[in-house]
């Protein structure tokens, strides 16, 4: 499983990335939190709060976002928009 993240400020992608390689030998719930904080890392980003609607959204489309407003540090872009690639 990878994950993919995109920074959007208005309709215009500012910054991107993509974990590779997570050990795919542990938990579902394991696997998605060690690529999440890694893409947060990668993206030099704070790790957003994970919010119900998230989970449902994920489970849905493989594809959910965050605003500012879940980030408890201030930051420059109007969202992330994460993306499972299977």
């Known amino acids: 499983m990878n994950?993919?993240?995109?920074?959007?400020?208005g309709n215009t992608f500012i910054k991107e990335a993509k974990t590779e390689g997570v050990n795919t030998e542990k938990p579902f719930h394991d696997i998605m939190e060690?690529?999440?904080v890694l893409l947060c890392r990668q993206?030099?980003?704070?790790?957003?709060?994970?919010?119900?609607k998230n989970t449902r959204e994920?489970?849905?489309?493989?594809?959910?976002?965050?605003d500012r407003e879940?980030?408890?540090?201030?930051?420059y872009f109007d969202k992330f928009v994460l993306e499972i690639e299977v």
């Open 43 to 52: 993206l030099e980003i704070p790790v957003p709060i994970w919010l119900k």
């Open 3 to 9: 994950l993919y993240g995109k920074l959007v400020i």
């Open 70 to 75: 879940q980030f408890i540090e201030e930051v």
């Open 58 to 66: 994920i489970a849905q489309y493989r594809k959910t976002f965050f």
């Open 34 to 36: 060690e690529a999440f």
